[in-house]
C-alpha cells in the first residue's frame, strides 16, 4: 500500500506533465483524433478506435475530449489528424510517399480522467506521451510553431 507522500508525488507529477501540455505554447486546438488500447500484437479492430477531439496537443502529451470510457494508466495509441501533415513531415524527412497521410501517431499513458458537462456528457482525458518517433515530434513543433492560435 502506498503512503501519503508516495500519493502526493503522484500527484505532484501529473499536475506537472499536464502543465507541459497546457502550457505548451500554441498547444490549443481542436483537431479531429483516433484512440484505441495499444497491445503488443499490432492488431485493432475498427470497433475498438474512439472518435475524440484533442484540447491542447504538445510533444508531452495530449488532453482530449471523448464520450468513451478509458482507464486511468490505460496504453493508447492515439492518431491526431493534421491539416497538412505530409507537407510538414517531407521536409524532415529524406524518403518520399505515394499516399499523403495526414495523422500523427503516437503512444501515450492516460495520467487523469475528468468528468466534465458543457451541452452533454464527456471526458476530458490527459495522457502523457509514452513513445513518440522523433521526426513526428519535429513536425507537431514545427505545426505549433506555424500555427496562428
Known amino acids: ?4 507522500d508516495d500519493l502526493l508525488t503522484l500527484e505532484n507529477e501529473k499536475d506537472l506533465i499536464l502543465n507541459k501540455i497546457v502550457g505548451y505554447p500554441k498547444s490549443s486546438h481542436e483537431l479531429g483524433m483516433n484512440a484505441v488500447h ?3 500484437s499490432n492488431t485493432y479492430e475498427k470497433k475498438y478506435i474512439k472518435n475524440s477531439r484533442t484540447v491542447h496537443i504538445s510533444p508531452f502529451g495530449v488532453l482530449f475530449k471523448t464520450h468513451d470510457h478509458f482507464d486511468l494508466d ?3 495509441k492515439v492518431q491526431v489528424m493534421i491539416p497538412e501533415y505530409w507537407n510538414i513531415k517531407k521536409r524532415l524527412v529524406t524518403y518520399q510517399r505515394v499516399d499523403n ?3 500523427l501517431a503516437f503512444l501515450v499513458r492516460v495520467i487523469s480522467i475528468d468528468v466534465c ?5 464527456y471526458n476530458l482525458i490527459a495522457a502523457e506521451t509514452v513513445n513518440m518517433h522523433s521526426d513526428d515530434q519535429q513536425a507537431l513543433i514545427a505545426f505549433l510553431g506555424r500555427s496562428a492560435r
Do not use: H
Open 1 to 4: 500500500m502506498k503512503n501519503n
Open 38 to 40: 495499444f497491445n503488443l
Open 74 to 76: 490505460s496504453l493508447l
Open 101 to 103: 497521410f495526414e495523422s
Open 117 to 121: 458537462e458543457d451541452d452533454q456528457l
